[in-house]
């Protein structure tokens, strides 16, 4: 080999070594030591050098996850060691009967359990040898599945190279791929708008895009594997299910955080009531709770039933679904002009909520899932707390029904409806359902976040003529308010208040705030970013405005043709008239950006200020707000009465402030 060559290779290595560490800060510890663009530079920098050494290139190198030709299909995919499935146990009562068969067989009453939410996903089982990544597949019927080593590869927190050094011989690594709920929205909205048919849920959503034949689809799908155990623990030489976790954590996987060590039946049911509870606010979906024997060598003695181990049992989660007829078929306008049908439900109980209506999105869905008025319909919850409808009952299908057909006409302000792919809208500019809207969404936490302007208020400015768009809202005074119903002097004098308090947005809150269809916010910061000032954007061509990341074609179409609009244009200088101004960059900057890289999370009541309120001042010093609880967080600020989120905080580690610590900090900021 030639000198240059040894020195090639060494780099090869280095870059691969520091790339894998750091997809695994990122991917499987939620912990990244350095920037996403140190990242890109290490990763470009491989490419090129593998690009000018194409025979240095190994099917483990970080550059090879994706760009993998298409299969005609899968190859089957036979599991060395058969994949046993998990009895279920619908009650405490199962439960408790399964802790005490596993006693009576051990013998006595104490015994450790490993307790692992059970994630609502697809079951694979993943094959190392020498450390490399050789082979992945579905679980299929437990003995035969599928071979999707191609997608699998493509999913970045699992790893093409085991981390650590001197594995030799198998190790086949099982676990679920799942797709977070968020990532989940994100894609079924992507979907409805390209009038694509929706998944159900996350995990229909994960099967789908891992059964792809085309890998470069399932690339771009938001896959996350988690991995829970081995098919032989003897091969990791540790002693204990919870050891298994911590031994796959070290050498490369992402497990599951939330898992808990219980010794006895009631540490094991508090731990189900305490997940039960955080279901709704874990970032995945979760159908139940595996309880696991933890000491392998019990396992050992309690062994395995025909295809079920007599170690472990799942407790499952009432069902997210639930049935109820559909009394009628209503259509909305939206705050675009979108009109959208939504489904009116009989009152049912679901998951601890009441569900009385779910949007259907648009015609072509409705006769997609091919619901009717008066059909007993499925509606569940997933995904995100917005229950759907999943289809009708067909065996209950009244014997006179009518497929649903969209009005032509809007039905608040009797303009004809005007076909737009898949959608239908009013075009009117001034119609009155259009025009609330707007205003709704322009006073809400995304936008503007003006205190106490809520959707009544805003019914009986439009129902009273006070206000004709959201211009008008900054030329009330406290005497237009006081002649409302329900308007008391200090409540008028607080909500112009708080008005002109939203007087001075940035530039990012105000593009949110004229609501431009598919500009949400993080669409705004983008472009808020590149452009600088209204000006610019209002000039922008599509074809700029499309070069940006995350700005496609669809979206720049949409900012063009907002701004092109007279009536638009019209309402924007009438706002500046009125006072509006949009904050420079310069002024953000003079206020300091001392909470940059800090994120902070709500839970509980504030009595200083509003969560809004709040949100704005943390954004206005640099720091980030979310609503989930993870690993990440810096600050949780905790009103009273604080939910579970508190809770996880502390188990996570996160710096808790009460309302006098997070104003201090605010303060000094
Ligand atoms: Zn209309």
Known sequence: MHEDDAAVVNRIRELRKELDYHNYRYHALDAPEISDAQYDELFRELVTIEHDYPHLIT?????QRIGAAPLKEFPEMVHRIPMLSIDNAMDEGG???????????????????????????LAVEIVYEGGILIRGGTRGDGIVGEDVTQNLKTIRSLPLRLLGNGFSGILEVRGEVVMDKSAFTDLNRERSEKGEPLFA?????????????????????????FAYGVSDPAVLEVTTQGFVLDALQKIGFKVNPDRSLCRGMK?????????????????????????????????????????????????????????????KIEVQVGRTGVVTPVAILEPVH?????????????????????????????VQRAGDVIPEIVGPVKTKRPATTEVFRMPSRCPVCTAVLVQDGVFHRCVNLTCPARVREQIYHFASKEALAIDGLGRRIIDQLVEGG??????????????????????????????????????KPTLERFLVSIGIQHVGRVASRQIARSFGSLERIMH?????????????????????????????????????????????????????KSLQGKTFCFTGTLSFMSRPEAQRRVESL????????????????AGSDPGSKRDRAVTLGVEILDEEGFLKMIEES
Not at 100 to 113: I, K, M, N, P, T
Not at 202 to 218: C, V
Not at 314 to 323: E, G, I, L
Not at 474 to 494: C, N, Q, R
């Open 350 to 378: 679901l998951a601890g909520v009441v569900v009385k209506r779910a949007t259907l999105h648009n015609e072509a869905e409705v006769h997609r899932k091919d619901v009717r008025e008066g059909d007993t319909v499925i």
């Open 59 to 63: 099917p483990d190198s970080p550059t």
């Open 267 to 327: 540490e094991v049911m508090d731990f189900v009531a305490n997940m039960q509870g955080q279901r709704s606010e874990l970032p995945y979906e979760i159908d139940g709770i595996v309880i696991k024997v933890n000491d392998s060598h019990d396992q050992e003695i309690l062994g395995v039933k025909a295809r079920s181990p007599r170690w472990a049992v799942a407790f499952k989660f009432p069902p997210t679904q639930t049935t109820t007829v559909l009394m």
């Open 466 to 503: 006070l206000v004709h768009d959201v211009s008008d809202l900054y030329k009330l005074t406290v005497d237009d308010l006081m002649k409302l119903e329900g308007f008391a002097e200090i409540s008028s004098k607080k909500l112009i208040a708080a008005i002109d308090a939203s007087r």
């Open 95 to 121: 439960v408790l009967s399964f802790h005490a068969r596993v006693s009576r067989w051990l013998g006595r009453e104490d015994v450790e359990y490993c307790c692992e939410p059970k994630f609502d996903g």
């Open 201 to 225: 849920n996350p995990r229909n959503a994960a099967a789908g895009s891992l059964r792809q034949l085309d890998p470069s689809i399932t690339a771009s799908r938001p896959l996350t594997f």
């Open 622 to 637: 640099g720091g980030t707000v979310v609503t989930n609880v993870n690993k990440k967080l810096t600050h949780l600020v």
């Open 540 to 592: 922008a061509s599509k074809e700029e405005l499309s070069t940006l990341t995350g700005i496609g074609d669809e979206i720049a179409h949409s900012i063009t043709e907002f701004f092109a609009q007279d009536e638009n244009q019209r309402v924007i200088e009438r706002l500046f008239e009125r006072g509006l101004v949009i904050s420079s960059p310069e002024q953000q900057n003079s206020l300091g």
